[in-house]
């Protein structure tokens, strides 16, 4: 299960409805779930499950996989039974998928209503067939694929455009009486993105799916989506992530969770507190943080680990840290829980803290 968020957080969630995918909750009274999205072909089933089961390993809690064509549909019963995390089916164009993901055991699908336009005289069969499914739906509106008729009232894809067709998509379901759906309004612009998502909240109790699209490489989407969600979650808008890079998607699933973390949203597990570095320096404060974040990736506990370039800053922060290490003179006190409990020579100061890890993580009863 997906741990408990820690407080402080800056804003309560806003209150929305509560839906599932799969076994994961999404709404206001559930953690935000992380996403990401397969790259591989859905068609090859084993490399996507590999894929799978790799974003499951770095911290994913739902799953996107595309369904562009029938051999895609096909391989859906398959990926939808031996994922770990709940599958979505992303469909676009044809409304057949929809049904494909329905019955081959898919715990969403997510529809465009920009992308499939006899879509709305079979909102009702497919709200019939959702429900009977317990399937959930994403409505998910893109700046890139903008219902055409929105596209010419408004110019181009504003946020109230995207809104509007949003608002129209879910009026639909809601007509049919189908209420198991969340929304998501992205666009490749984090101002008008986070404008769309305001707009959208004030609209209706959905719970909401945020993401940057085509957000870029991975330094450029990063900053995008966190400034992006940073922006809505920290007033409580937003309820499941999904971080868009021109990268592999585990790296999508490492950028969501430290952004969740930032907030306060979930719990941290490793946290390295390094120092900038700066001419006060005596070690290579980069190098050193570089292989204590590697000595100690995977700990599942709540460790803060500081490490410091000199003993200006150092021996403060090593304090405030469950362990650390300040360094200088060729030479490095290693800190726990605010005591200095030896000094090593340089050499041995990556292992001393990994060695000081594990004993405080074996203490803590999760090795
Ligand atoms: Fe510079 Fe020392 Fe601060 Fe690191 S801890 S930035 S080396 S003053």
């Known amino acids: ?41 859905t068609t090859d089933i ?29 391989a859906l019963p398959a990926i939808a039974a031996k994922s770990p995390i709940p599958v979505i089916a992303d469909i676009h164009f044809q409304p057949k998928y929809v049904y494909a993901a329905i019955d081959a ?10 992308n499939i ?12 067939r959702a429900e009977a499914a317990g399937v959930s739906i994403r409505i998910g509106v893109n700046a890139g694929s903008l219902d055409k008729r929105l596209l010419e009232k408004y110019g181009k894809a504003t946020p109230e ?33 986070v404008r769309a998502y305001e707009l959208l909240a004030e609209r209706g109790d959905w719970p909401l799916h945020l993401g940057v699209t085509e957000a870029g490489p991975a330094l450029q989407g990063t900053v995008k989506s966190a400034t992006a ?10 309820d499941t992530i999904r971080v868009s890079l021109s990268a592999p998607p585990v790296e999508e699933v490492k950028v969501g969770t430290h952004i969740l973390q930032s907030l306060g949203l979930r719990p941290r597990k490793l946290e390295i507190v390094s120092c900038p570095s700066c001419g006060r320096a005596q ?63 340089e050499s041995q100061i990556v292992e001393s803290l990994i060695e000081e890890a594990m004993r405080i993580a074996e203490e803590m009863g999760e090795p």
């Open 105 to 114: 055991g898919c715990a969403a699908v997510r529809v465009n209503p920009g």
């Open 46 to 74: 084993n490399s996507t499950l590999q894929q799978i089961a790799e974003l499951t390993a770095a911290g994913c809690d739902i799953v996107r996989v595309a369904c562009p064509s029938q051999d895609d549909a096909d």
């Open 283 to 345: 070690v290579d404060v980069y190098k050193l943080a570089d292989e204590v974040t590697a000595g100690l990736e995977g700990m599942e506990v709540p460790l803060r680990v500081a490490v410091m370039g000199c003993v200006v800053n150092g021996p403060g922060e090593a304090r405030e840290a469950d362990l650390g290490v300040a360094s200088g003179n060729g030479k490095g006190q290693i800190f726990v829980k605010g005591e200095v409990i030896k000094t090593v020579p």
């Open 229 to 238: 969600f940073g922006a809505l979650l920290s007033r409580g808008i937003g």
């Open 161 to 193: 455009a995207m809104v509007e067709s949003a608002v129209w998509e879910a009026s639909l379901f809601e007509e049919h009486g189908f209420r198991d759906f969340k929304i998501s309004v992205k666009h490749n612009d984090p101002v008008t993105m």
């Open 117 to 128: 336009r006899k879509f709305d005289d079979q909102i009702a069969e497919i709200s019939r």
């Open 1 to 41: 299960g997906m741990p408990k968020a820690p407080d402080p957080v800056l804003s309560p969630r806003r209150q929305t409805r509560q839906i599932k995918v799969g076994a994961v909750g999404v709404g206001s009274e559930s953690p935000i779930s992380v996403q990401s999205m397969t790259t591989t072909p």
